[in-house]
């Protein structure tokens, strides 16, 4: 099973020569080999925009999935907004 989520740009400015734009996309998958197969994961994949194929993949459990979570709503929380909106 591969299903998507969600996918997007950053909101760095694209015309910034140093730091490059980046697209992240969330979604389930349970074909992992190494993982366990047919466990059910969260898959999140983060590369510079432009550029499939030479991101980074996590494969992330129920709880680790949780934890990141977590620390985003952690996140908002820090910078004033809420994190259930």
């Known amino acids: 099973m591969r299903r998507s989520i969600d996918d997007a740009v950053d909101d760095h400015p694209s015309d910034d020569e140093e730091r490059p734009g980046v697209s992240w996309a969330v979604a389930l998958s349970d074909d992992c080999d190494g993982c366990g197969f047919g466990e059910p994961r969260v898959v999140v994949t983060v590369e510079e925009a432009g550029r499939p194929g ?14 990141l979570r977590v620390a985003l709503a952690a996140a908002l929380r820090e910078i004033g907004e809420d994190p259930g909106s």
Not at 54 to 67: D, E
């Open 54 to 67: 030479y991101g980074l993949v996590a494969h992330l459990s129920p709880a680790t999935t949780r934890r």
